[in-house]
């Protein structure tokens, strides 16, 4: 397979105020890939995800999408070119019925009818509870509904790159495997580019085509997904070890 | 607060030597009701502002008289140029001043507020209390400080009840004000509810940062709210000039000071509630001046709020504070 890169990421830095969260990244998404990120609990990874639509704005680096440098391109803008994003803490509309949140994603591209229709069409295939849900409000959904609706709003767009962050988190360990089954039906059949980031590295690893470490805000570590599955400090640090009871 | 002759006047022009039982109430209510109209399109501007961006909008009350202001000019031209038709004055004038309005609205948002959008909480409302002194000293000197009466545009009306002398009157100023009044609420709850800029208003308002990674342009959508107070507030306005016959340059400051807390009692942030407070208030004053003291009616109107706010902290139809995320 001849990598052709979506998204290339270069000395990224990016800081909250004083405090700098992200020191120098690289990072080469190519099309079709899953990649995932992994690493503990303040390490950058979301940070990373979220200057990529520049909040925080990088302080220095690149940031190149679809041969676009984007680095400092405003958010919205940055939606419009179809890279999705289900963040940390889902950030859902609570006040906006589940229907109207789906209807943002839509928004963020120009889509047609048919494509809104075929859009949803394919989040109800993936997680038919939406469908039940479609009237109530975002706010008074479970966690795990919420998650389902943060992934659903993103694929709304008919992304070319989706951003998930921590989709398992707060989930049960089934709705988790669904999660995770269906970004790999959605990369098996419809090409769909994948960054996710994980804390649970054990089932990101497995389902990604390439891995990054990242540690204090710099990446530490990359490679297949089955390499950093075997390495050492890995499976002591976020396998075995590290693993949550 | 200086008591003036421009106030809001509570009790309308109501005849209430001989005045007593039902009729006398029903009077009062009828004219509340007007008041409250003009009071709740105000509040909505302050309520919307304050939802999407968190800021009491302090120039809005000024921004109401600039739209009295731009109506009467408007009005005054159209009768220059010789139109006497009065339904088309009428639109005319509303279209215009809602047009003139809704631009001093947006400019006063990209001037003043958003180069602070970013800056400490209180920077922003200290700079509407300025936008404040600058809209209405602007009009003081380029209008003049005196009241500018018009002669009734609209006259007429109904007599609903006749008993002992006592006439219950609904005249047609009134019912103008209320249809406007719930017309416009039509539309702009259409607006909020099933347009997508209502949609994108909604979604800045809970949370902007989301909305944007969505692409929503969030300072397009943050003009286009203070755009909408602004045409909003400009009906009051020019419902102001046509129900009481003048305009001044400082009648923004007690009637905007009576929307917001008609706000503020209908619970900040709730569009429904502004309206449902602009009542309250608009009822409250009329009543206490029918039957205690036109003097003490804004009292009347602080204390219920008072009141209120001490056994609801968030007002008739606003939302807890805490939300579960």
């Known amino acids: 397979m001849t990598a052709q890169p979506l998204l290339t990421i270069r000395a990224l830095r990016a800081a909250y105020g004083k405090i700098e969260a992200l020191k120098g990244v690289d990072l080469d998404i190519n099309r079709g890939e899953i990649v995932a990120l992994i690493g503990a609990n303040g390490a950058g990874k979301s940070t990373l995800m979220m200057t990529v639509f520049g909040k925080p704005r990088a302080r220095s680096g690149q940031i190149i999408f679809d041969s676009r440098d984007i680095t400092d391109v405003p958010t919205h803008e940055i939606a419009r070119l179809r890279i999705a994003q289900s963040p940390e803490g889902r950030r859902i509309f609570p006040r906006m019925s589940v229907a109207e949140n789906l209807q943002m994603g839509a928004d963020a591209t120009d889509s047609s009818e048919a494509d809104r229709a075929t859009a949803l069409e394919r989040v ?122 | 607060m200086p008591t003036r002759g421009s106030d809001l006047r509570g009790n309308g022009r109501v005849n209430f030597s001989s005045g007593s039982g039902m009729d006398y109430f029903a009077q009062q209510l009828i004219n509340g009701i007007v008041l409250g109209s003009i009071y709740g399109l105000i509040a909505i501007g302050y309520t919307m502002v304050y939802g999407i961006v968190g800021m009491i909008n302090f120039a809005h009350g000024d921004i109401f008289m600039i739209g009295g202001f731009i109506a009467l000019i408007a009005f005054l031209i159209l009768v220059s140029v010789g139109l006497t038709t009065v339904p088309v004055i009428l639109l005319i004038v509303l279209l215009v001043s809602m047009a003139i309005t809704a631009l001093y609205g947006w400019t006063v948002e990209r001037i003043a507020y958003r180069p602070l959008r970013h800056s400490f909480r209180l920077a922003p409302m200290l700079s509407a209390i300025g936008m404040s002194f600058v809209l209405s000293n602007y009009s003081q000197i380029t209008q003049g400080a005196r009241v500018k009466p018009v002669p009734p545009i609209i006259t007429g009306g109904y007599t609903l009840l006749e008993k002992n002398g006592f006439v219950v009157r609904l005249s047609n100023v009134q019912i103008i004000v209320v249809i406007t009044t719930i017309v416009l609420l039509a539309i702009f709850t259409w607006l909020v509810a099933r ?90 004053e009329t009543l206490w001046s029918a039957y205690f003291s036109v003097e003490y009616k804004d009292v009347a109107a602080f204390s219920i709020l008072i009141v209120v706010l001490i056994f609801l902290p968030t007002g008739l139809l606003g939302r807890p504070e805490v939300e579960k995320v």
């Open chain 1, 124 to 245: 109800f295939t993936l997680f038919p509870r939406l469908k039940e849900r479609m009237t109530q409000r975002g706010g008074t959904l479970s966690g795990g509904e919420q998650q389902m609706l943060a992934i659903g709003r993103a694929l709304m767009s008919r992304p070319r790159l989706l951003m998930l962050d921590e989709p398992s988190l707060g989930l049960a360990p089934l709705i988790a495997r669904q999660i995770f089954d269906a970004i790999r039906t959605l990369n098996r059949q419809d090409g769909l580019t994948v960054l996710i980031v994980e804390q649970n590295a054990n089932h990101a690893l497995r389902l990604a085509h390439r891995g990054y470490v990242m540690v204090n805000g710099l990446i530490t570590l990359k490679g297949t997904g089955s390499e950093l599955l075997q390495r050492p400090e890995i499976r002591a640090a976020y396998l075995e070890g590290g693993r949550r009871a």
């Open chain 2, 195 to 284: 347009t997508r800029l209502g949609r994108d208003m909604r979604a800045c308002e809970q949370d902007q940062t989301m909305a944007a990674l969505l692409g929503v342009d969030v300072d397009r959508t943050i003009s286009m709210t203070f755009v909408i107070g602004a045409a909003l507030a400009a009906v009051a306005g020019m419902m102001y000039l046509l129900y009481y016959g003048l305009v001044d340059f400082f009648m923004g400051f007690v009637a905007g000071i009576k929307a917001f807390t008609a706000a503020v009692l209908g619970g900040i942030g709730s569009l429904p509630g502004a309206m449902l407070g602009g009542l309250a208030i608009g009822l409250i």
